[in-house]
């Protein structure tokens, strides 16, 4: 069974940094995305950001985020980082990791609170 499992969250006061990261169990063949989402209270879930997976392919970053936050991968550890620098009251949110391999699979979510 394939599991998402974020970790990483906390509070931090504005201008700090944070590293999430997401390791995945069991993982699937045919993987076409990885990506990072986040839900703000009363907000609808939003991509922060997806890792190119093929050589030479480009990671894709929100606008919102774009200069301050990091997406990688580590393949040989199955795992996906968010390094999140530059924190702003605007990014607190629940952080979702997504994965996509003909289904879709979500982690539980980890909170990120940045206090101004």
């Known amino acids: 069974q394939v599991q998402l499992v974020e970790s990483g969250g906390g509070l931090v006061q504005a201008g700090g940094s944070l590293r999430l990261s997401c390791a995945v169990s069991?993982?699937?063949?045919?993987?076409?995305?990885m990506a990072w989402y986040r839900q703000a209270p009363g907000k609808q879930r939003e991509v922060v950001a997806t890792?190119?997976?093929?050589?030479?392919?480009?990671?894709y970053y929100a606008d919102s985020v774009k200069g301050r936050f990091t997406i990688s991968r580590d393949k040989a550890k199955n795992t996906m980082y968010l390094q999140m620098d530059s924190l702003k009251p605007e990014d607190t949110a629940i952080y979702y990791c997504?994965?996509?391999?003909?289904?879709?699979?979500w982690g539980q979510g980890t909170q990120v609170t940045v206090s101004s």
């Open positions: 997504h994965l996509r391999a003909f289904l879709d699979y």
């Open positions: 069991n993982s699937p063949r045919g993987i076409t995305v």
């Open positions: 890792v190119g997976l093929d050589a030479g392919s480009t990671n």
